[in-house]
């Protein structure tokens, strides 16, 4: 088993983490979960990065190793984002499921 | 063989528990099942030969981020923490304290050089001061993977 090999590896595994996540976002029925998936999502953007990385040496490996880091952080900020709107919607209706908000909402 | 047969190991792992994250039907468990796809994660990052984003990957999404879901879930009542058992709640503390020292200690024993097997290690060179006190940050991220997770069996058992 070579590096290209532990390559396609993780690059499905982040491409089903990614599909999962997308999933998941849509069709969770509490917010919470949305933003969970969202961060399973980000998983697989970040080890489908890293693994575009691995066959590279040198600065362009630093390059790669960049935008993962770069990929970490500005998911972290967004799904904090996310969970202050999510504390906010549940303040303002008092549930997080999408469905009875957007019932309350009309 | 050894290292790909690890690599493997995490990959199938980290599906698995994002897959039971994503599917449970509890908030707090999604959150515990997340917290080891974190895990997993950051150990793929350093068995590759990474080990400086493996670390920052634990460190924000295993640690910060996972008290502050745990945090927002308390807030907005969604805790259904209790696990009608205190003996598999307690199991679960453990397991979990377990995972995160593991972890920890895989990070640190893959970063002292010995992960050549897989790349050049970029950010060992850049960060080569930071291993030269390794007891020191051993201990200092055990702590606190274990305080983090202490806290969560400890929510754990106070929902009976």
Redesign the interface.
């Known amino acids: 088993?070579n590096?290209i090999t532990?390559q396609i590896?993780?690059l499905i595994?982040g491409m089903?983490?990614l599909l999962?996540?997308i999933y998941?976002v849509f069709t969770a029925k509490?917010l919470?979960?949305s933003?969970?998936?969202y961060?399973?999502a980000v998983?697989g953007v970040?080890?489908t990065l890293?693994s575009s990385s691995?066959s590279f040496?040198?600065m362009q490996?630093?390059l790669g190793?960049t935008f993962?880091?770069i990929s970490?952080?500005v998911g972290?900020a967004v799904?904090?984002v996310g969970?202050a709107i999510?504390?906010a919607v549940?303040r303002k209706f008092g549930t997080?499921n999408p469905a009875e908000i957007r019932r309350l909402i009309h | 063989m050894y290292s790909e047969l690890i690599s493997l190991i995490l990959c199938v792992g980290l599906i698995v528990a994002s897959f039971l994250g994503l599917s449970s039907k509890r908030v707090s468990a999604s959150l515990i099942f997340l917290f080891y796809s974190s895990v997993f994660l950051g150990m793929i990052f350093t068995v590759f030969g990474d080990s400086l984003l493996g670390l920052l990957h634990m460190v924000t999404y295993a640690g910060a981020l996972s008290v502050m879901l745990l945090s927002v879930i308390l807030m907005t009542g969604q805790s259904d923490l209790s696990m009608h058992s205190k003996n598999l709640s307690k199991i679960v503390g453990v397991i979990t304290i377990a995972v995160a020292a593991f972890a920890a200690l895989f990070i640190f024993t893959h970063s002292a050089g010995n992960s050549q097997i897989f790349s050049q290690d970029i950010s060992l060179q850049l960060l080569s001061f930071m291993w030269q006190f390794r007891p020191w940050d051993l201990l200092i991220i055990v702590m606190v993977f274990m305080s983090s997770m202490l806290v969560l069996a400890n929510l754990f058992s106070r929902g009976e």
């Open positions: 088993m590096l532990e590896i993780l595994t089903v983490l999962m996540g998941s509490n919470l979960k933003v969970m998936s961060q399973v998983f970040n080890l890293f691995l040496i040198g490996r630093l190793d993962v880091f970490i952080v972290a799904e904090v969970l999510v504390v549940f997080l």
